[in-house]
């Protein structure tokens, strides 16, 4: 998949098949256009595109969102999108400029004359333009002004909710990752940098990376106790995670510290992606560190009993 930063690196396709759209945490509903994308463009000798926002649109619109947490950074989503045929993504930086586009400005510049669109392929609640004023409705009404194909894609549900960004940001916080993995069609993951942390946990007999998240952007679940699968060199590895303050240690920061069951080795400066599976429980304050250690033993027994039914139901 290529990658471009702007239109003015692209080149207009000659028979290009789009869709355009945050597609943040390439959830279910999105890959359901993005398969729609990719066999339309195979199907019709064309190539696939993808327009995205950077920053989100929200961020930049509304100052109520500037704390908005994202599913995914962009190379999450870049590597996501690349893994489901997407040929080309054009990544537009999202201004209070760029956001005054009318929807045919929108259509005429960016669609027509930036892309090549032949084709059009959006989500049953997408709209564009100033004030989301362009819909499906718009689009269709004015198809032969514009010379391409539109198709809507209808809504996908899971026991009959609709899947949302939104609604899976409200399911990690609120530490529901088994909800938030249907809704994704994954385990929501995240990676970081294995830095120094103050070794208690070793002293503990359980030890733990301490996990740096460079993008303060991206969604961390509520704090507790995870069962995890981590990506370690070209192994899987399992895990349990504690997101939180660390209260019986009187810990003053935010951490994310994870416990690899089997592995001794030294990971600083090492990088970990981290699989969260299913939460066993809210982080606690304990009396004593001895009650904390005979928790922890509870924990990891449940978490291998958790990643055992995981790995099976693969």
Do not use: C
Not at 40 to 60: C, D, K, M, N, Y
Not at 209 to 218: D, F, Q
Not at 267 to 277: A, E, I, K, T
């Amino acid at each position: 998949m290529k990658i471009y930063d702007g239109l003015q690196d692209f080149t207009r396709l000659p028979h290009a098949v789009v869709t355009s759209g945050t597609f943040d945490g390439v959830h279910i509903g999105h890959q359901k256009i993005l398969k729609q994308l990719v066999d339309a463009a195979r199907q019709s000798g064309g190539e696939s595109v993808l327009i995205t926002f950077w920053p989100h649109p929200r961020l930049v619109l509304h100052a109520d969102s500037r704390d908005l947490k994202l599913l995914s950074t962009f190379e999450e989503k870049a590597e996501l999108l690349a893994s489901f045929g997407v040929e080309h993504l054009v990544k537009i930086p999202f201004t209070e400029a760029f956001s005054r586009l009318s929807s045919s400005e929108f259509i005429q510049q960016v669609l027509v004359e930036g892309i090549g669109t032949k084709k059009l392929v959006i989500g049953y609640d997408h709209r564009f333009g100033r004030n989301r004023e362009g819909s499906f409705e718009y689009l269709m009404a004015n198809k032969a002004r514009w010379g391409f194909e539109v198709v809507e894609i209808s809504r996908q549900d899971v026991d009959h909710v609709g899947v949302s960004s939104t609604r899976i940001r409200k399911a990690l916080s609120e530490g529901k990752v088994e909800e938030a993995a249907q809704f994704l069609g994954r385990p929501y993951s995240f990676a970081g940098l294995v830095v120094e942390g103050d070794k208690i946990g070793r002293n503990l007999g359980f030890p733990t990376a301490n996990v740096e998240i460079p993008e303060h952007y991206k969604l961390i679940p509520s704090d507790g106790v995870y069962a995890v699968r981590v990506h370690h060199t070209n192994s899987l590895l399992p895990g349990m995670l504690n997101i939180g303050m660390r209260p019986t240690v009187g810990g003053q920061s935010h951490r994310l510290e994870v416990h690899i069951f089997g592995l001794e080795e030294d990971l600083y400066g090492q990088q970990l992606r981290l699989d969260l599976v299913q939460q066993i429980r809210e982080e606690l304050k304990f009396d004593s560190l001895d009650e904390l250690r005979q928790q922890l033993a509870l924990d990891k027994e449940q978490a291998l009993f958790i990643l055992q039914n995981y790995n099976n139901q693969l």
